[in-house]
């Protein structure tokens, strides 16, 4: 079974600055990892993911993550941020080699001041 | 519209009644999975479908949950005797499972509001 942690349950940030949102997961097994943005009364929607190769990838909306497998985090940056980037923000697992179902955080609450 | 839809968006129940929420995945994916989403909380896992067939229903948190998908497109997930602690958010999502990976496409859910 996999876990994933979100200590970060609101995160303001003043329009322009960068920002970094915090991800851990547990799991036993290979896997892979994702961040999802939803935006208000919309559905979830795909940032960015990690499957394998180069451990920094590139998303959306100028948003990066990079996977650390010893401190088993993948951590959400964006240099600059911009208040349409306000919105709640998951990080996920599934397994490399499963039904590829994902395991959710507790989601972080972005929020840009102006 | 290319994307998963579902419907109704808003239901308000009654204790004990029971609801049906339907899926329409986009054409053509083969996975259609459910999950629900408590206020506050991430998206937990309920069911997986492949095809018409339910691989996985480890999700599911009590046998008042029932979940079809008869000709291996629309889904229907059925809550018998809703209690106040089914209202959530029940969100479908669809992949296509054709190589290592594959993208769930989420829908916007229904908001399920239990009296």
């Known amino acids: 079974a996999q876990s994933v942690t979100q200590l970060d349950s609101q995160v303001p940030v003043f329009e322009e600055a960068p920002v970094e949102l915090r991800c851990n997961y547990s799991?036993?097994?290979?896997?892979?990892l994702f961040w999802y943005v939803q935006y208000p009364n919309q559905g979830l929607q795909l940032l960015l993911k990690?499957?394998?190769?180069?451990?920094l990838v590139k998303g959306i909306n100028g948003f990066e993550a990079e996977f650390n497998k010893s401190q088993t985090s993948f951590h959400l940056r964006k240099p600059s941020v911009h208040i349409s980037d306000t919105a709640e923000y998951f990080c996920?697992?599934?397994?490399?080699?499963?039904?590829?179902?994902?395991?959710f955080g507790t989601g972080t609450r972005l929020t840009i001041i102006p | 519209g290319a994307g998963v839809s579902q419907s109704p968006r808003y239901k308000v129940a009654k204790r004990g009644q029971d609801v049906a929420l339907r899926c329409d995945p986009i054409?053509?994916?083969?996975?259609l999975f459910w999950y629900q989403q408590a206020l506050g909380q991430g998206p937990e896992f309920l069911t997986y479908?492949?095809?018409?067939?339910?691989?996985?229903k480890s999700g599911l948190p009590s046998d008042r949950f029932f979940a079809e998908r008869p000709e291996g497109s629309v889904s229907t997930l059925k809550i018998q005797r809703t209690q106040q602690e089914d209202s959530a958010v029940y969100l479908c999502?669809?992949?296509?499972?054709?190589?290592?990976?594959?993208?769930?496409?989420f829908g916007p859910g229904t908001r399920l509001t239990v009296l």
């Open positions: 999502a669809s992949s296509l499972r054709d190589d290592q990976y594959n993208e769930q496409f």
């Open positions: 799991s036993s097994v290979s896997v892979y």
């Open positions: 990690y499957l394998s190769g180069s451990t």
């Open positions: 996920a697992v599934s397994e490399s080699f499963g039904n590829e179902k994902l395991t």
């Open positions: 054409s053509g994916h083969v996975s």
């Open positions: 479908f492949q095809n018409e067939a339910q691989l996985d």
